[in-house]
């Protein structure tokens, strides 16, 4: 029995280049909280913070749907010339599920506070009771002490905080944003769809301020999503490389071949 494996060729190679780039440009965000030694703590709501929520509502349940069905529609729009779109649904479907199953063990194992917990616990002396079982906020009266003993944290953004039962480490959001982003980068850039990778980027790196900025995510957090997405978009890409190459005989292809024999 023979297995068959589908070394790159230089285009895929680029493909590649590019996503590893993009991975690169979105870790930029954590680096600089990193190095300018940012610490979150409650703000002035303005403007730019309610787009930015609504960013991350993009990502949050039941949005997420639709978000999803935007992406793969307009994928599938950009590579309408491509015989691989319906294996593209797939291998995101298998990608962002194994995302979401490695965000979850990785949140039960380290059981890392979120910042705006911390910053509840040093300033309200909170002792948050069973938190390691996620009862985090229970009751409502403790978001309505919070919102009432200072202003600048709006009732909006305690409700999220509500919602938000699980661990911090690493962030489930940036995992999915990113995913796509990066097979996006990787499948789009070469085909000249500038404007389309360009806005999914921008979309990301609001997703991955958001984070930051409301408290759900250390610095870590987003470094560590960032690795997970881009080996979920590298494996994503060169199995639709692989697939692709044994449905459509290209030209030159078998010399390109590695042979394993069992």
């Not at 690493?170 to 097979?183: D, E, K, N, Q």
Request: with cysteine.
């Amino acid at each position: 029995m023979n297995i068959f494996i589908y070394l790159p060729n230089k285009k895929m190679v680029k493909k590649l280049k590019y996503t590893t780039l993009a991975a690169l440009i979105l870790s930029l965000i954590p680096l600089m909280t990193i190095i300018s030694g940012w610490q979150w703590q409650p703000f002035e709501i303005g403007y730019s913070s309610k787009l930015l929520f609504l960013a991350t509502e993009t990502l949050t349940y039941p949005w997420v749907i639709g978000t999803n069905f935007i992406l793969f529609s307009w994928f599938f729009w950009c590579l309408r010339d491509s015989s691989n779109t319906i294996v593209l649904l797939m291998f995101m479907i298998i990608a962002l599920f194994i995302g979401q199953i490695f965000k979850m063990a990785l949140k039960d194992h380290f059981h890392s506070i979120r910042p705006y917990n911390a910053w509840i616990q040093l300033h309200y002396s909170t002792q948050i009771k069973s938190f390691f079982n996620k009862d985090f906020l229970d009751t409502p009266c403790k978001a309505n002490v919070f919102i009432i003993n200072d202003v600048q944290i709006p009732p909006w953004l305690v409700k999220h905080w509500l919602q938000a039962t699980e661990f911090s480490f690493p962030s489930g959001h940036t995992i999915f944003s990113a995913t796509w982003a990066l097979v996006g980068v990787g499948l789009l850039w070469q085909n000249r769809c500038y404007c389309t990778v360009i806005l999914v980027m921008i979309w990301v790196s609001a997703v991955m301020s958001s984070r930051l900025i409301f408290g759900m995510h250390w610095s870590k957090d987003l470094f560590a999503s960032i690795i997970i997405s881009w080996i979920l978009a590298i494996l994503t890409l060169l199995g639709l490389y692989n697939i692709k190459a044994i449905f459509v005989k290209y030209p030159g292809l078998k010399r390109k071949v590695s042979y394993l024999k069992d």
